[in-house]
């Protein structure tokens, strides 16, 4: 355990918190993650998902709860408090779920979201840990960083990010995930550096091989919208 507090409980649950936030949503991968025995993973858990730390999804795989963003929120995110009209309405103008990603080390994190209620959609709840190495908002986010030893590693090249700071907007087609094509637009700070990624993302069959034509536009706006607060 690399940080521990001398409150057994305490480092442990975080092992837990830590290894399902990096994608262990099994009992048998949080185990093997953790290091912990089976028991304990399991009691630790339930514990958290009464706390509403984590939670479950249809198939029973534990996920990060909304608690966490809750907390997070709490201390007043400005950023996350404005983005929920602002997605809801770029959702609503493109017909697409719309999401709000922070970097957080060498991934990015979704920290706002306006998910469509039914039909053929792309959903990334609140909470997800996606990589930094592949989709349109992970080339925003890196785009005004060159010189990051990531983009060496990125399913996109330095030429994608040159392209990307010259438009102002990137878009992606099957990179991070078959079938799903999305457009994000940086929104930044009032030091006027990046600090969030808004995008939008949905079925390749409709958002097509040229994502951008269809809804730069519109992501552009919003991002401009949540920029500079």
């Given at each position: 355990?690399?940080?521990?507090?001398?409150?057994?409980?305490?480092?442990?649950?975080?092992?837990?918190?830590?290894?399902?936030?990096?994608?262990?949503?099994?009992?048998?991968?949080?185990?093997?993650?953790?290091?912990?025995?089976?028991?304990?993973?399991?009691?630790?858990a339930v514990a958290l998902e009464?706390?509403?730390?984590?939670?479950?999804?249809?198939?029973?795989?534990?996920?990060?709860?909304?608690?966490?963003?809750?907390?997070?929120?709490?201390?007043?995110?400005?950023?996350?408090?404005?983005?929920?009209?602002?997605?809801?309405?770029?959702?609503?103008?493109?017909?697409?779920?719309?999401?709000?990603?922070?970097?957080?080390?060498?991934?990015?994190?979704?920290?706002?979201?306006?998910?469509?209620?039914?039909?053929?959609?792309?959903?990334?709840p609140v909470g997800s840990v996606?990589?930094?190495?592949?989709?349109?908002?992970?080339?925003?986010?890196?785009?005004?960083?060159?010189?990051?030893?990531?983009?060496?590693?990125?399913?996109?090249?330095?030429?994608?990010?040159?392209?990307?700071?010259?438009?102002?907007?990137?878009?992606?087609?099957?990179?991070?995930?078959?079938?799903?094509?999305?457009?994000?637009?940086?929104?930044?700070?009032?030091?006027?550096?990046?600090?969030?990624?808004?995008?939008?993302?949905?079925?390749?069959?409709?958002?097509?091989?040229?994502?951008?034509?269809?809804?730069?536009?519109?992501?552009?706006?919003?991002?401009?919208?949540?920029?500079?607060?």
């Amino acid at each position: 355990m690399e940080h521990t507090s001398g409150v057994g409980v305490l480092d442990k649950s975080v092992l837990v918190l830590d290894a399902v936030a990096d994608g262990a949503g099994s009992l048998a991968a949080l185990t093997a993650r953790t290091g912990l025995s089976r028991a304990t993973v399991h009691r630790l858990a339930v514990a958290l998902e009464v706390h509403r730390l984590l939670g479950r999804d249809g198939d029973g795989r534990w996920q990060v709860g909304p608690r966490l963003r809750e907390l997070a929120d709490a201390p007043g995110d400005t950023l996350v408090v404005r983005a929920a009209p602002v997605l809801g309405r770029l959702r609503d103008a493109t017909g697409e779920s719309a999401q709000l990603y922070r970097r957080r080390g060498d991934q990015r994190i979704c920290v706002a979201a306006a998910e469509l209620g039914s039909g053929l959609r792309d959903t990334v709840p609140v909470g997800s840990v996606l990589p930094l190495t592949a989709g349109s908002a992970a080339q925003v986010l890196l785009a005004w960083e060159p010189e990051d030893p990531l983009v060496q590693a990125a399913a996109f090249t330095p030429r994608t990010l040159a392209e990307v700071r010259r438009r102002g907007w990137a878009a992606s087609v099957a990179e991070r995930e078959q079938g799903v094509a999305s457009v994000a637009a940086p929104v930044r700070g009032r030091d006027g550096r990046v600090a969030a990624a808004v995008s939008v993302s949905g079925p390749l069959e409709r958002l097509t091989r040229s994502p951008g034509r269809l809804h730069a536009g519109a992501v552009c706006a919003a991002a401009a919208a949540l920029s500079g607060g």
